[in-house]
């Protein structure tokens, strides 16, 4: 047995635990995610974030799923792995260079009373050709028909760092997610599985969405996710490329900047702090 100690933080209701490992954990990170995450067992969480020692950045961020899979970056927990670092001053940096799966983030945390209540991540560049999402198909998917539980339905798919596929329907809420989020995540056309998002463009400016998250089903947010819907709904011109996306967990600010970078504004939210025993 080992005492560990966490921090739970939250991002538009998209919840981590977060632990600093730059001394290791106790384990299996994967195992250790299935226990904290666990929300009649455990701490309850849609992943675990791990901040690491980094050469490259300032520091570095490790996501697991609920499930134990491994993400290569999560762009509400990037939020909340920034209010964790700072507000515990475990790095000192501002903006932070957080070393990811997917490169070397810049997030520029907004402090008041000497705590972080808002911040805006880098997110990079989004990755349309096919393989490198990875998807099973040659250049860019745009508005491709892909027959899913006994559907068709229009796919357009991008990589935030993490593999996406943004569904543009009438009506989200209507939608039968813990039945169809499966199908499309385990679909032989994504071979790394895939974060589905089904959004409707309630304006110029503005989308709402719900997600099933790959490794961890329907979630309030998704950051990643909201970058994905906001760059598909510009580039089909379906909305502007500064816009505001609705979730159930909130919203979020998105820019997709003239230099092909995205830029996602949200908060950060402490919830409690605690030590478990593993
Ligand atoms: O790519 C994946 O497996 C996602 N489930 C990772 C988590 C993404 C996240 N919800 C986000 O906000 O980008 C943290």
Known sequence: MATLEFSKLHGTANDFVYVDARHGVPGDPAELARRLCDRHRGIGADGLILLLPSERGDCRMRIVNSDGSTAEMCGNGIRGFAKFVLDGGLVRANPLRVETDAGVKTVRAEVADGRVRRVAVDMGTPEWSGRKIPVDADGDVIDRPLEVAGRV?????????????????????????????????????????VNTEFVRVTGPARLTMRVWERGAGETMACGTGACAAAVAAARTGRADRRCTVALPGGDLEIEWRPDNHVVMTGDAVEVFRGRIEV
Do not use: Y
């Not at 329907?169 to 599985?193: M, S, Y």
């Open 153 to 193: 339905w229009s796919v357009t798919c991008v990589s935030m760092g993490n593999p996406h596929c943004v569904v543009f329907v009438d009506d989200p809420g209507a939608l039968d997610l813990a039945d169809v989020g499966p199908r499309f995540e385990r679909d032989p056309f994504f071979p790394k599985r």
